[in-house]
């Protein structure tokens, strides 16, 4: 599986600054990515729209200083998400 488009910092923030019109191309660019993401590891289309929209919604409401998109999807999923190994 591809690793997605490259993250885009200035999509990021133009998203966080509420700017007309990107939020629609923000989901354009990482819905499809972040779906096909969580249907590869198992969950059904229903939830894995569910968790889409959450880390979506937390990549657009929060710094990504220190996160991933990746991360927040695995913090959207909830408490089956697998812990890091140190």
């Known amino acids: 599986m591809s690793s997605?488009?490259?993250?885009?910092l200035t999509l990021i923030s133009r998203?966080?600054?509420?700017?007309?019109?990107v939020w629609s191309r923000?989901?354009?660019v990482?819905?499809?990515?972040?779906r096909a993401f969580l249907g590869a590891k198992g969950l059904q289309d229903a939830d894995a729209?569910?968790?889409t929209q959450e880390a979506l919604r937390?990549?657009?409401?929060?710094?990504m200083a220190g996160r991933s998109a990746v991360g927040l999807t695995w913090r959207a999923a909830g408490p089956s998400s697998p812990k890091t190994e140190k």
């Open 26 to 28: 923000f989901v354009d």
């Open 4 to 8: 997605g488009p490259p993250t885009s």
């Open 58 to 63: 937390g990549v657009a409401d929060r710094p």
């Open 30 to 34: 990482y819905e499809p990515v972040m």
């Open 15 to 21: 998203v966080q600054q509420h700017e007309d019109g």
């Open 49 to 51: 729209c569910d968790v």
